[in-house]
């Protein structure tokens, strides 16, 4: 496998609208590298847009992939973007409900990219577009423990070179014009996030190591939060964790992943779920907090 030949995407959705009127984040990860970028796009955006932006920012960088992981967004499942891949000659891979069995790794970093980009969007409001490469230069340019190097390092072979200062975390006093000290805090204040957003996500997988299971017929709540156009900002811009439920278990659908018999109220939500987003149900009680 070669560095942007097998990638994973998802979309950061509902974030604070910006004045240019994008309220999403396109992110796309290479599998290999971990290198990723980061696209501002309106929540309504048009699939031919959708697609020439895909051709600027990978294609023309990067070169065809050969395999691309998402999730069962309407915009990854409809005949547009498959007729597209497939002139292209790339293989569609569609995973589970947030949570691709196909490559465990990128699922995980594709869940503390979106942590850390909410939590960074909650610092800056709706200017969150203008610091976007700003998020991605320090994404890219931190250590990465899966691959022992920073993405941009395992990308090009060799360290990025970054002004002096961004090396620093805040410690010295800065000199220089303010558009390298307002920089400069943004980047300390993004790396407190992603750092922040990776002993989330470690911790997250460290108590889920062992996966549950459960049989047909089971009763379980189902966590919502991670689901697209569902989570809302609260009063403080935080997220809203909540189970849903309970809902009754058709099926088993590979070794960690099971089939929700849903209401109708939620007739548009693929109905295929990862056991990290179930809670078994011990009464026959309603729950929705």
Same mark, same amino acid.
């Given at each position: 496998?070669?560095?942007?030949?097998?990638?994973? =995407? *998802?979309?950061?959705?509902?974030?604070?609208?910006?004045?240019?009127?994008?309220?999403?984040?396109?992110?796309?990860? *290479?599998?290999?590298?971990?290198?990723?970028?980061?696209?501002?796009?309106?929540?309504?955006?048009? =699939?031919?847009?959708?697609?020439?932006?895909?051709?600027?920012?990978?294609? +023309?960088?990067?070169?065809?992939?050969? +395999?691309?992981?998402? *999730?069962? #967004?309407?915009?990854?499942?409809?005949?547009?973007?498959?007729?597209?891949?497939?002139? /292209?000659?790339?293989?569609?891979? =569609?995973?589970?409900?947030?949570?691709?069995?196909? #490559?465990?790794?990128?699922?995980?970093?594709?869940?503390?990219?979106?942590?850390?980009?909410?939590?960074?969007?909650?610092?800056?409001?709706?200017?969150? !577009?203008?610091?976007?490469?700003?998020?991605?230069?320090?994404?890219?340019?931190?250590?990465?423990?899966?691959?022992?190097? $920073?993405?941009?390092?395992?990308?090009?072979?060799?360290?990025?070179?970054?002004?002096?200062?961004?090396?620093?975390?805040?410690? +010295?006093?800065?000199?220089?014009?303010? /558009?390298?000290? !307002?920089?400069?805090?943004?980047?300390?204040?993004?790396?407190?996030? =992603?750092?922040?957003?990776?002993?989330?996500?470690?911790?997250?997988?460290?108590?889920?190591?062992?996966?549950? !299971?459960?049989?047909?017929?089971?009763?379980?709540?189902?966590?919502?939060?991670?689901?697209?156009?569902?989570?809302?900002?609260?009063?403080?811009?935080?997220?809203?964790?909540?189970?849903?439920?309970?809902?009754?278990?058709?099926?088993?659908?590979?070794?960690? $992943?099971?089939?929700?018999?849903?209401?109708?109220?939620?007739?548009?939500?693929?109905?295929?779920?990862?056991?990290?987003?179930?809670?078994?149900? /011990?009464? #026959?009680?309603?729950?929705?907090?």
């Amino acid at each position: 496998m070669w560095e942007w030949e097998q990638i994973s =995407m *998802d979309f950061t959705t509902k974030l604070p609208r910006t004045p240019s009127g994008c309220g999403t984040i396109w992110v796309i990860v *290479d599998r290999l590298t971990k290198s990723a970028h980061f696209l501002a796009i309106k929540e309504n955006v048009k =699939m031919e847009k959708l697609a020439r932006l895909y051709v600027k920012e990978v294609v +023309s960088r990067h070169g065809v992939p050969i +395999s691309i992981i998402s *999730d069962r #967004d309407a915009r990854f499942t409809s005949n547009f973007w498959k007729s597209l891949q497939q002139s /292209l000659g790339t293989r569609l891979d =569609m995973s589970t409900a947030y949570h691709p069995q196909t #490559d465990g790794q990128s699922e995980r970093t594709i869940q503390t990219l979106e942590d850390m980009l909410r939590a960074c969007v909650v610092d800056f409001g709706n200017s969150w !577009e203008t610091h976007l490469p700003l998020v991605e230069f320090s994404y890219n340019n931190s250590y990465h423990t899966s691959i022992k190097v $920073a993405p941009f390092e395992a990308l090009y072979g060799r360290k990025c070179r970054s002004p002096i200062c961004w090396a620093e975390v805040g410690d +010295s006093q800065l000199t220089g014009p303010e /558009l390298l000290h !307002e920089t400069t805090e943004k980047i300390v204040q993004i790396r407190n996030r =992603m750092a922040v957003a990776r002993d989330r996500q470690k911790s997250y997988a460290d108590k889920r190591r062992k996966p549950l !299971e459960f049989q047909i017929g089971d009763k379980v709540f189902l966590k919502v939060s991670p689901w697209k156009g569902v989570i809302r900002f609260g009063k403080r811009g935080k997220l809203n964790p909540r189970y849903v439920g309970p809902f009754e278990i058709l099926r088993r659908i590979g070794p960690v $992943a099971y089939q929700l018999n849903l209401t109708a109220e939620l007739d548009g939500v693929h109905n295929v779920f990862h056991v990290s987003n179930l809670k078994k149900c /011990l009464s #026959d009680e309603t729950l929705i907090r």
